[in-house]
């Protein structure tokens, strides 16, 4: 069982900055993680918009805008897609409070895995704060289907993930990953599989206007019987992999660590939101557990901190 380790907040040490390319966009994107403020969350905060300030997006599954392809946030007229892969980084190494400078609509995809934000991470180092952390206790199941795809929280003693695809491409069929979630398993199983997509569809997602900065350098391109990408997968099993990263990030949107077993088959983006919709929508399925005392956080550089998924009443 994967209990939790730390039981204090964090923030990130030190600046973090990254840039490459938006994988749908196609344009140049970069980002700044900066620490932030107990109680503050995760918040992107868009600076390039049209008349100046700032706008900031809460990382907060109430403020999902979009699920096809990637996941969107959209807060009034400010918007930052493919958040997940960021996401799945700062929950599996438990970094709680972080503000995410975007100067772009769109996260860079970077090499198409979590694993360069996980080394940017690594390399400034967590900072921890005398504030406990509150978590999500999955109380009771809950369940969310589509067609023969489903998904579904459980209570466990821990964070557990559970994944299964079923691709009709030979290359890809039907591949199952499973594991207790930690920073250590993050590291060493998931945060390297990469995003990945067929080249039968590239041409409907350009019309689309989705996949524009999709290339071999960022994504696994596979064909009708083979991998296109010259040094091949990284692990055997790198499709199902990504989508259990792809989840964990969705899952992340929840507004604090869920302490359940998140299972799914056939599963996406859309479906990872409806079974936090499915869990919070049942009150009796879940609470808080170890809350922090509350503290207001200045007005001005960083946003007023939102309680996590308010959705029903915080039990202690």
């Known amino acids: 069982m994967a209990k939790q380790h730390g039981r204090m907040q964090t923030t990130l040490a030190g ?14 994107a970069s980002i700044t993680l900066l620490p932030a403020a107990p109680d503050t969350g995760i918040c992107f905060v868009r600076t390039d918009l049209k008349g ?5 997006v809460p990382a907060d599954t109430r403020c999902v805008s979009a699920t096809d392809h990637c996941t969107t946030l959209a807060q009034g007229d400010a918007t930052v897609a493919t ?12 970094v709680d409070n972080v503000l995410v400078e975007v100067d772009g609509p769109e996260v860079p995809i970077l090499d198409g895995s979590a694993a360069p934000f996980v080394d940017a991470i690594d390399r400034v180092g967590v900072a921890t704060f005398p504030t406990p952390r509150r978590y999500i206790k999955v109380l009771k199941s809950v369940r969310a289907e ?3 795809s489903f998904g579904e929280l459980s209570p466990f003693d821990g964070r557990r993930i559970e994944v299964e695809i079923d691709f009709a491409n030979c290359v890809v ?3 199952k990953f499973s594991a207790a979630v930690s920073a250590e398993s993050f590291r060493r199983d998931l945060c390297r599989a990469r995003t990945f997509g067929f080249l039968a ?6 019309a689309h206007g989705l996949a524009r900065g999709a290339s071999l350098e960022n994504s696994i391109v596979v064909a009708d019987d083979r991998v296109l990408n010259s040094e091949g997968l990284r692990y055997r099993d790198e499709f199902v992999r990504h989508k259990a990263l792809d989840a964990m990030g969705d899952l992340a949107l929840a507004g604090a660590p869920i302490l359940g077993s998140f299972r799914s088959y056939r599963g996406g983006h859309g479906l990872n ?3 936090l919709e499915a869990l919070f929508a049942d009150s009796s399925a879940w609470a808080f557990v170890e809350m922090p005392i509350r503290q207001r956080v200045p007005l001005g550089r960083q946003p ?3 309680d996590a998924a308010a959705f029903g009443p915080d039990v202690s």
């Open 173 to 175: 069929g039907r591949q």
């Open 15 to 28: 600046r973090v900055w990254l840039s490459g390319i938006g994988v749908h966009s196609g344009t140049p």
């Open 52 to 56: 100046g300030g700032e706008r900031f």
């Open 201 to 206: 569809d590239v041409e409907k997602l350009w």
């Open 83 to 94: 958040v997940e892969h960021l996401m799945a980084a700062l929950s599996a190494l438990e």
């Open 304 to 306: 007023v901190a939102m």
């Open 146 to 148: 589509c067609g023969r």
């Open 273 to 275: 939101r409806r079974v």
